[in-house]
């Protein structure tokens, strides 16, 4: 069946969350915010793209830091309200240098910092 | 540092995302949100607790299914606003009995179903 960007369920600010996921190791990098243009873009572009909820505008992943994500594969769920990009990650996927954004674990409720940002 | 279940971002619904992943294959499974009690009760009973938006009330992830999600490691990310749990998942993680919610592809702008019910 032909994909429809608009065909997705996007929250009441128009966006869906995206979970960036390292296609060759399964790391989960980040997970920011799409709207149904940068669902299309994405597509089309084969470069990852998202609607950057601060800056209110689209966000080519790694357009200025150049650590961009390259589209592998592009999935949805069951509810058609959450997507998974399998991407290839140049460099650091994380804005502090670190390669995922999730270098916070909570261990017998402790704060553990599993990453260092990388030089 | 101790970790305090308010200090993460919650939306203006009180929810934060949580996305759960397969602690031994790296396979994402699905997004569910959780609210800041849903985040403790996550942490204290070692099963995956979740807040549910269409019934709007605790979701103990396989309570009724017997499909329970062990925790196995809890993270969060860079911005606060999203969590990433790691888990032991008993059975189909779907509703519609597939491992992953995340089982259909966008391939040349046709979607594709990946994965089967599981019998």
């Not at 998974?84 to 954004?101: E, F, I, M, W, Y």
Request: aromatic share 10%; charged share 25%; with cysteine.
């Amino acid at each position: 069946m032909t994909f429809d960007a608009k065909s997705l369920k996007y929250d009441d600010k128009g966006l869906i969350p995206a979970i960036a996921q390292d296609h060759v190791s399964g790391e989960v990098l980040m997970l920011a915010w799409m709207n149904a243009e940068a669902v299309q873009k994405t597509l089309d572009t084969g470069k990852v793209t998202y609607w950057s909820r601060s800056r209110q505008s689209f966000w080519i992943k790694g357009e200025s830091s150049g650590n961009v994500q390259k589209l592998v594969d592009f999935r949805y769920d069951c509810d058609r309200d959450c997507i998974l990009v399998k991407v290839d990650q140049t460099g650091p996927a994380c804005h502090t240098n670190r390669r995922s954004c999730f270098y916070t674990a909570v261990r017998d409720g402790e704060t553990i910092e599993l990453m260092q940002p990388e030089t």
